[in-house]
């Protein structure tokens, strides 16, 4: 039989971005096929400039300095028994257990890394190279997994256009290819994406051309040209995240820099001489909250309490639709403050005053923020670095003025190793109650589609923060003047007159700092509205919703895209980040019903139903076995 009548008979499905997010659905297919779809035939194709398994983001060339943001026992890529869905549990590796099935020669050790898995504990933070041969490793075990009849085809190449009407076929065109691909189904795994300047992007871009200056507006780290920040030259930062992360370990270890740890401890930085002077800032003022250093121990928060299903059914049967402060943030409060407050009753019953029972019931009974809460939780818990404050968690240096700018550096000094005392110090396990409560209000955050900015922001300052060693560094080089803290409210100005940007900030009024460098530290917004991205951009224009905050609306319950009529497509997919389903991330710690987990499984059993009950029966072939269409691409 001829490859184009092949074509004809075979069913067939592209997915389009082979990162993390894609290998989980293949995963998922791989575990649901059985059950839904016996052994008929199927070609699997995916597109994806880089290999598949890491995808561009996690790829492998990138620099080995970069970390994962997570201990390795807190990544898996396989569902277990905790995770609600419909489909089988194919048990898997966390990325501790896949090192050290590496180190123990029960698996193959990944070419040039070997080294790498061998060193790699439970509690430390991989190198990203080290999670890319991870995950691609999770791709041919997935791979491997699919019933025999089943073709993977991979191109290494870019979608630019989907096309086909809703109840026929697709095409799915690729840069340089003449002929589409062509689908039953189409699913969207695409993870972080270039967007187009925005108005003041813009505005400061063509100041800098204007004045000979460099301006880097928001991107991956690992992919922006550093290369125009000169060593000992001042570079405002603006964004204090992972991101800032990133730049900081590449323009300082990255350009020969180098630790050492005194007798007690403490890092000391030797420059290169090489490092430009980072000044940074943001509307918060700190880095986000450095990873808990202590595992978990005791009873965990019955979890969800006062966000669960049946309240997120309760706010989408509203007939006037959600208000997010109104509505949804209370509950998310008294979801966090359960979580604390069990711990703290139940772990540190000396720092309270009354009996866990008898709290609870009030607790219950007490509206989010209300009087009769906060007099609850005065008469019960007598230390006020014991009772939740969330607001102050959120904007931590509201109010702090600094005399001059030796004491706002000592000031941002002394914040960051409280924290670092505080995340390591089981003594304060409510902490880790309150990250587990986050996670579980992700959850179902899910279901009620975009939800604004602050929810994203406000959960990875608490819960998606940098390694503590990363911190430690930050305070050597804060000690060595590589680094110098700008504070909280940020502002960042283009001043033609000197032709320079200044930025000053809340803490320190009428103090401006002046650089002819400015960085963006952070991904640029997932929006379809300005995406750089041609297939989603495409999508759009030809009639696919977006949300007013700019993310492609999908159902939720299978991650189909919705039009501008709310009509679920019934061959596209999307999964991912700049969807308004997004979860906390394509892999998660195991035994936490991660979201995406859930996600994955149910697009792909929405996949292979779909072709089992309204594909027609294809014609007998031989069995085929994966094979890479590379050549074809070019």
């Avoid at 800032?281 to 450095?290: D, F, I, L, N, T």
């Avoid at 009354?354 to 005065?378: H, I, N, R, T």
Wanted: glycine share 10%.
């Amino acid at each position: 039989m001829s490859p184009a009548a092949r074509d004809l008979v075979r069913p067939s499905v592209v997915i389009v971005g082979a990162g993390p997010r894609g290998t989980g659905v293949l995963e998922r297919i791989a575990a649901n096929a059985p059950e839904l779809y016996g052994d008929a035939p199927l070609d699997l194709h995916l597109v994806d400039p880089h290999p598949p398994g890491g995808g561009r983001i996690w790829r492998r060339a990138q620099s080995p300095l970069l970390w994962m943001n997570s201990m390795a026992e807190d990544v898996t890529m396989f569902t277990d028994e905790t995770v609600e869905q419909t489909g089988p549990v194919r048990p898997g590796p966390s990325l501790a257990e896949w090192a050290r099935a590496v180190r123990d020669g029960r698996l193959a050790a990944p070419s040039g890394l070997a080294d790498d898995a061998a060193a790699l504990g439970p509690t430390d933070f991989a190198g990203r190279r080290l999670q890319s041969a991870y995950l691609r490793w999770v791709y041919e075990d997935a791979v491997a997994a699919l019933p025999p009849r089943v073709t993977v085809h991979e191109h290494r190449g870019t979608a630019l256009r989907v096309s086909g009407p809703r109840e026929g076929r697709q095409q799915v065109w690729l840069a340089g290819r003449p002929a589409p691909l062509r689908a039953d189904l189409v699913v969207l795994t695409l993870g972080h994406l270039e967007s187009r300047l925005g108005p003041e992007e813009r505005e400061l871009t063509d100041f800098a051309a204007r004045h000979g200056l460099t301006y880097l507006p928001p991107a991956f780290t690992a992919d922006s040209d550093l290369g125009a920040l000169r060593p000992g030259e001042p570079v405002l930062v603006r964004g204090f995240g992972l991101a800032f992360v990133d730049l900081m370990v590449l323009l300082t270890e990255g350009r020969g820099g180098t630790y050492t740890t005194g007798r007690d401890g403490e890092l000391t930085y030797h420059p290169s001489g090489r490092e430009p002077v980072l000044h940074v800032g943001s509307r918060r003022g700190v880095p986000y909250h450095s990873k808990i250093g202590y595992p978990p121990s005791g009873e965990r928060p019955p979890l969800p309490r006062f966000f669960g299903p049946a309240e997120v059914d309760a706010l989408l049967a509203r007939p006037g639709g959600i208000d997010f402060p109104r509505d949804v943030r209370p509950l998310i409060d008294k979801e966090l403050g359960f979580a604390h407050y069990h711990r703290l009753f139940t772990a540190h019953a000396e720092r309270t005053r009354m009996a866990w029972p008898d709290f609870e019931e009030k607790y219950a009974a007490a509206g989010p923020g209300s009087a009769a809460l906060q007099a609850l939780v005065s008469a019960a818990v007598p230390d006020p670095a014991d009772r939740l404050d969330l607001e102050a968690l959120d904007h931590p240096l509201d109010g702090i003025r600094y005399a001059d700018d030796a004491a706002r550096q000592a000031g941002l000094r002394a914040h960051i190793e409280a924290d670092l005392a505080r995340r390591h110090d089981p003594a304060h396990s409510p902490d880790l109650a309150v990250f587990l409560a986050l996670l579980s209000v992700y959850g179902q955050l899910i279901r009620l589609g975009d939800h604004g900015p602050w929810w994203h922001g406000f959960f990875s300052f608490l819960a998606s923060g940098p390694p503590g060693p990363r911190l430690r560094q930050l305070l050597a080089l804060s000690r060595a003047g590589g680094v110098r803290f700008l504070g909280a409210g940020l502002t960042v100005t283009a001043d033609e007159a000197r032709g320079v940007f200044r930025a000053g900030s809340a803490g320190l009024p009428g103090e401006w700092t002046e650089a002819r460098a400015l960085v963006e530290a952070r991904l640029p917004e997932p929006t379809v509205l300005r995406t750089r991205d041609r297939l989603l951009a495409a999508l759009h224009a030809d009639g696919a919703r977006a949300t007013d905050g700019g993310l492609l609306a999908v159902d939720p319950a299978d991650g189909r895209i919705l039009d501008r009529a709310g009509r679920p497509h019934p061959r596209r997919f999307a999964l991912g980040p700049y969807t308004d389903a997004r979860g906390s991330g394509a892999f998660t710690r195991p035994r936490t019903n991660a979201p995406a987990f859930r996600q994955n499984d149910a697009t792909a059993r929405a996949l292979l139903t779909f072709l089992r009950d309204r594909t027609a029966p294809p014609v007998p072939v031989p069995a085929l076995t994966p094979r890479t269409d590379d050549a074809a691409d070019q």
